[in-house]
């Protein structure tokens, strides 16, 4: 059974850095993509960033320069380290696990991931 659990959340002030984590169980971490989505209130969810097995990595235009998505091989861990960090970046954030290895042009398409994370609050004060 596939397990993914994020940490990291929390509060911060605009400019500031976060990173999140997810932690997974259960799942051939190094065989697929996985990547990160975000919900705000009020808002559709969205592709943040993924990584591949060939360890490509893709970024939504609002977070390019800003986040850095990682994997931890040895600790079955993705990362999203965000720094700069903007109002508009307020969400819940959501881990998500793919079956296919290669995150294709349509990464951002939340039905493609069978796996889901119970997702970590974010937020960016002013």
């Known amino acids: 059974q596939v397990h993914l659990v994020e940490s990291g959340g929390g509060s911060v002030q605009a400019g500031g850095s976060l990173k999140l984590a997810c932690t997974t169980s259960?799942?051939?971490?190094?065989?697929?993509?996985m990547g990160w989505f975000r919900q705000a209130p009020g808002k559709e969810r969205e592709g943040v960033a993924v990584f591949d097995r060939n360890r490509e990595t893709r970024y939504a235009d609002s977070v390019k320069g800003r986040f850095t998505i990682a994997k931890d091989y040895a600790k079955n861990t993705l990362y999203l380290q965000m720094n700069s960090l903007k109002v508009e970046d307020t969400a819940m954030y959501y881990c998500?696990?793919?079956?296919?290895?290669?995150?294709?042009?349509?990464?951002?398409?939340?039905?493609?991931?069978?796996?889901w994370g119970q997702g970590t609050q974010v937020t960016v004060s002013s």
């Open positions: 998500a696990a793919e079956s296919d290895p290669v995150c294709g042009s349509r990464w951002t398409r939340e039905d493609l991931y069978p796996y």
């Open positions: 259960g799942y051939a971490f190094s065989e697929y993509c």
